[in-house]
Antibody, heavy 121, light 109 residues
Framework: EVQMLQSGGGLVQPGGSLRLSCEVS????????MTWVRQAPGERLEWVSG????????FYADSVKGRFTISRDNSKRTLYLQMDNLTADDTAVYFC??????????????WGQGSLVTVSS | EIVMTQSPATLSVSPGEGVTLSCRAS??????LAWYQQKPGQAPRLLIY???TRASGVPARFSGSGSGTEFTLTISSLQSADFAVYYC???????????FGQGTKLEIK
């Protein structure tokens, strides 16, 4: 059974930083691309960032480029999202998700439970 | 950027009835479209990919169709577990970004 356990959300002030983690089990982590998707309150899903199985290929949405960093530690079966210079617009529930292939995942077949990130003073 | 538009925003349906949800792409996306189901407080769940292929474990009452710019998700004989928000997602014009529709909320009539 695929399990994806997220941690690291919380309340942070504008301009602050936060790191999300997503520890997975139940599938061969090193074979699949991973992604982060967020959902602001009452809004649609928004793709944030994706990383290939090896970590060599990375993509970002324009809205987070230069502020967020995606990474993975395959030895720990863990995906990360480092979020810097946060603004109120980054307030959302962040989901990690497993891609359908090793590079440039097309769709997402397993999801974490979500981590709430609130940016407010 | 491709814009995905879903209609209607909300659909009120009685259990046991069938329903069809629509998703339109601002540019053709071939058959590179997925559907997800999301219940309150939960993560999305993949239902359909490649416009019409059911994901593992998805009941046969869910079916997808379409190509190009017009897509539909049909649920036959609605069950209580099916009342949720449904999102479409295109992956044809990727990279640079995946794009999702704004969702259709299926509520009990």
């Amino acid at each position: 059974e695929v399990q994806m356990l997220q941690s690291g959300g919380g309340l942070v002030q504008p301009g602050g930083s936060l790191r999300l983690s997503c520890e997975v089990s139940g599938f061969i982590f090193t074979s699949y691309a991973m992604t982060w998707v967020r959902q602001a309150p009452g809004e649609r899903l928004e793709w944030v960032s994706g990383i290939s199985h090896s970590g060599a290929t990375i993509f970002y949405a324009d809205s987070v480029k230069g502020r967020f960093t995606i990474s993975r530690d395959n030895s720990k079966r863990t995906l990360y999202l480092q979020m810097d210079n946060l603004t109120a617009d980054d307030t959302a529930v962040y989901f990690c998700a497993k891609g359908d292939r090793s590079v440039a995942a097309y769709f997402f077949d397993s999801w974490g439970q979500g981590s709430l990130v609130t940016v407010s003073s | 950027e491709i814009v995905m538009t879903q209609s209607p925003a909300t659909l009120s349906v009685s259990p046991g009835e069938g329903v069809t949800l629509s998703c339109r792409a601002s540019q053709p996306v071939n058959s590179n479209l997925a559907w997800y189901q999301q219940k309150p407080g939960q993560a999305p769940r993949l239902l359909i990919y490649a416009a019409s292929t059911r994901a593992s474990g998805v009941p046969a009452r869910f079916s997808g169709s379409g190509s190009g710019t017009e897509f539909t998700l049909t649920i036959s004989s609605l069950q209580s577990a099916d009342f949720a928000v449904y999102y479409c997602q295109q992956y044809d014009h990727w990279p640079p970004a995946h794009t999702f529709g704004q969702g259709t909320k299926l509520e009990i009539k």
